[in-house]
């Protein structure tokens, strides 16, 4: 068992294709996977399979009235130019899955960059389920339902309790023995450690501040929304 404290990393990153990648394997801790041509094979492989949430990790400008479209992910940048993400095109824009992949095959613009940051935050599981009550970002996890764990690792509140915790590694391992992760993961508890992936533009960021940089959030997020505070100052400023 190992005890971990609350991260954040800003993604950034060159090529669309390739962000996409790195943001998507995060849900089946695949990175020793990637390399320089992996990005379009794994993409295709994830449309295929209906797993379009990681396309939301790649954003484009498009030149065109999108003023029908009232969704989050479409904003407009000025008249007739909008900047949304793939998931939007390909789910609402209805552009094929063979355009989008010759489009990710481009650099990031940086006006696109100036726009929006992806945040990777190593936090608990409790935490991490009040992060994804913030609907108006985008999110991709470290699935339990895949990845098996070869310990517990915990990022508790309090220090006590820790043999509890101990006795729960060894359940857990144990049932990884005759079960796969997705059932094993049922004993895990509230504080295991996780990555989540958190994408969002300037002013959703700023909200997220207001409400979670409070003395009334749970002190576990007021020390997260510290280290984010930080992070919005450094990419945005």
């Given amino acids: 068992m190992k005890i971990v404290s609350q991260n954040v990393e800003i993604i950034n990153m060159n090529h669309t294709g390739k ?38 990790f790649g954003l484009y400008f498009i030149h065109d009235d999108l003023s029908s479209y009232r969704k989050h992910y479409i904003r407009k940048i000025s008249d007739n130019l909008y900047m949304t993400n793939f998931r939007a095109m390909y789910v609402d824009l209805k552009y094929p899955s063979e355009v989008l992949l010759e489009l990710m095959n481009s650099e990031i613009d940086n006006e696109i960059k100036n726009r929006f940051m992806i945040l990777k935050i190593r936090t608990n ?4 389920h009040q992060l994804v009550r913030h609907r108006t970002f985008s999110f991709l996890q470290r699935s339990d339902r895949y990845v098996r764990r070869n310990e517990l690792v915990i990022i508790p509140p309090i220090s006590k309790s820790l043999k509890l915790f101990a006795d729960i590694e060894v359940e857990y391992l144990n049932l990884l023995n005759k079960y796969p992760p997705q059932t094993a993961r049922m004993v895990l508890p509230q504080c295991t450690e996780t990555e989540i992936l958190m994408g969002g533009y300037h002013d959703n960021w700023i909200e997220f501040l207001k409400l979670r940089n409070s003395p009334k959030a749970d002190p576990q997020m007021q020390e997260l929304a510290k ?7 450094e990419y945005f400023d």
């Fill in 19 to 56: 962000q996409i990648e790195y943001c998507g394997r995060i849900c089946y801790n695949s990175y020793d996977k990637i390399n320089e041509n992996s990005w379009l094979d794994f993409i295709s492989r994830c449309i295929n399979r209906g797993h379009t949430s990681i396309l939301e």
């Fill in 125 to 128: 599981r409790a935490i991490s």
């Fill in 227 to 233: 280290l984010i505070d930080g992070k919005v100052k």
